[in-house]
């Protein structure tokens, strides 16, 4: 006689949100130059360090972290598919196992 055995498949957590911090951006001109080596340097105490990006490569930076985004956004959609798809409970969406699983 056989005996029908569930499949029990480990759904493991997804990863907590990311936290990110606040950055400071500054735009040096040449007018405002000098006012800002100031400022920079009150907030350094008293070095003056800048990392310098141009408004081109501000819109790749942009650009790629849309990228990133959009990567992990489909690795998101993966892993709900193949946990519906996994899941022994019928008629479980994606929606309701995050509404049933968010933090």
């Known amino acids: 006689m056989e005996k029908k055995v569930p499949l029990r ?16 951006f500054f ?3 040449e007018e405002n130059l000098q006012e800002k080596i ?13 990392f310098a ?3 081109d490569g501000y819109e790749k930076m942009a650009e790629n972290f849309q990228e990133v985004r959009r990567y992990v956004r489909q690795q998101k959609e993966l892993i ?11 008629g479980t ?3 309701d196992w995050l509404s049933n699983n968010e933090k």
């Not at 990311?18 to 400071?24: R, T």
């Not at 598919?81 to 022994?88: G, I, N, Q, V």
């Open 80 to 90: 709900l598919y193949y946990r519906e798809a996994t899941t022994e409970t019928e």
């Open 93 to 95: 969406t994606a929606e």
């Open 53 to 55: 990006l141009t408004p």
């Open 9 to 24: 498949i480990y759904q493991p957590p997804l990863p907590g949100e990311i936290d990110l911090l606040n950055v400071n």
């Open 27 to 29: 735009v040096i001109t």
């Open 38 to 50: 100031k400022e920079i340097e009150k907030i350094l105490d008293g070095n003056f360090v800048v």
